[in-house]
C-alpha cells in the first residue's frame, strides 16, 4: 500500500513539472497595445511612399501618413515570438540585421544578450552565399583579436601596429558579429528589409527563414513573418526587437 502510495506521489510530481514545462514552451508577451502606441510604433510612411502590399496592415490614414493597425502587429509579434522561442529551444541559430544609423546600436545589443549573430554596420555582398571565404576572413578577425589580447601587435613598429589595427577595427566593424558563427543560420530577423535587399535575397535563396519589422513602404511578399511597424523610430525598434531577444533567450533557458 505504502509503495503505491509513493508510486502516485511520483506521478503527480512528475504531471506537475511536465505541465510547468509546457507553460513555459509559450512566450507570454508583456508588450501592449498602449505600449506599442508610445513608442510610436504604429506610425508608417507618407502615404505617397506606400507599398500598395502592405494594405492589410495599415489601419488609417491621417494627415497624409499611414497608421499601421497596431492590434495585427501585436497579434504577429506574438506569433513571432512563439515561433523563435520554440526554435531556441530547439537550438536553431539567429541571425539579426539592421544596419541603419537608428538600430544599429539595438540590434548588437539584443543579438548579444540571446546569444546570437548580428550584422550591424554593413552587410557584405556573399556573406552568407560564399560563407566559406567569409569565414577565413572571420578566422583572421579572431587571429587579429588574439594577437591584440596577447600584446604581440605592440611589439611591433608604430606604423606596422597601426595598419594592422586600422584592417581589425575595419573587420571587426563589419564582421564583428559573427565570430561565433560557425554555420548558416536557421532563422535571420531584420530590421527594414528594403534597405538590407541583399541579405535577404541571399536568405531567401537559402531557405532561411526571415521575420522583420515592415514599415508602411516595404513588400510583405519575400517576408515569411511580418511585423508591420515603424522602422525608423529608435523606441519602436527597441521594443520589438528586445521582445524576439527575450524570447530567444527566454526559449535556449527552457532547452538547458
Known amino acids: 500500500m505504502y509503495k503505491l502510495f509513493v508510486s502516485i506521489q511520483k506521478l503527480i510530481k512528475e504531471f506537475k513539472l511536465f505541465s510547468l514545462v509546457k507553460k513555459k514552451t509559450k512566450f507570454m508577451i508583456l508588450v501592449t497595445l498602449s505600449e506599442l ?3 510610436g510604433v504604429h506610425f508608417g510612411h507618407q502615404a505617397s511612399r506606400w507599398n500598395p502590399k502592405m494594405y492589410p496592415y495599415i489601419y488609417t490614414k491621417k494627415n497624409g501618413i499611414h497608421v499601421i493597425d497596431l492590434v495585427k502587429t501585436k497579434q504577429l509579434l506574438v506569433h513571432a515570438c512563439n515561433y523563435v522561442q520554440k526554435a531556441a ?3 536553431k541559430e539567429f ?10 546600436s539595438i540590434i548588437a545589443e539584443e543579438a ?3 546569444c546570437s549573430h548580428f550584422v550591424n554596420h554593413r552587410w557584405l555582398g556573399g556573406t552568407l552565399t560564399n560563407w566559406s571565404t567569409v569565414q577565413s576572413r572571420v578566422a583572421y578577425l579572431k587571429e587579429l583579436n588574439e594577437k591584440e589580447k596577447s600584446g604581440e601587435i605592440n611589439g611591433l613598429t608604430k606604423k606596422e601596429a597601426s595598419l594592422i589595427r586600422h584592417k581589425r577595427n575595419k573587420l571587426d566593424q563589419n564582421l564583428g558579429g559573427l565570430v561565433t558563427m560557425t554555420q548558416i543560420p536557421n532563422i535571420a530577423i531584420f ?5 538590407e535587399a541583399t541579405a535577404i535575397y541571399e536568405c531567401k535563396k537559402l531557405g532561411i527563414i526571415i521575420i522583420s519589422i515592415l514599415d508602411t513602404n516595404c513588400d510583405p511578399s519575400f517576408i515569411d513573418i511580418p511585423i508591420p511597424g515603424n522602422d525608423d523610430s529608435v523606441r519602436s525598434i527597441k521594443l520589438i526587437i528586445s521582445a524576439l531577444s527575450d524570447a530567444i533567450k527566454n526559449g535556449k533557458q527552457i532547452s538547458s
Open 112 to 114: 548579444t544578450k540571446c
Open 37 to 39: 502606441f508610445g513608442a
Open 95 to 104: 541571425l539579426f540585421v539592421g544596419t541603419k544609423r537608428q538600430a544599429a
Open 89 to 91: 529551444n530547439e537550438r
Open 191 to 195: 530590421v527594414d528589409p528594403k534597405r
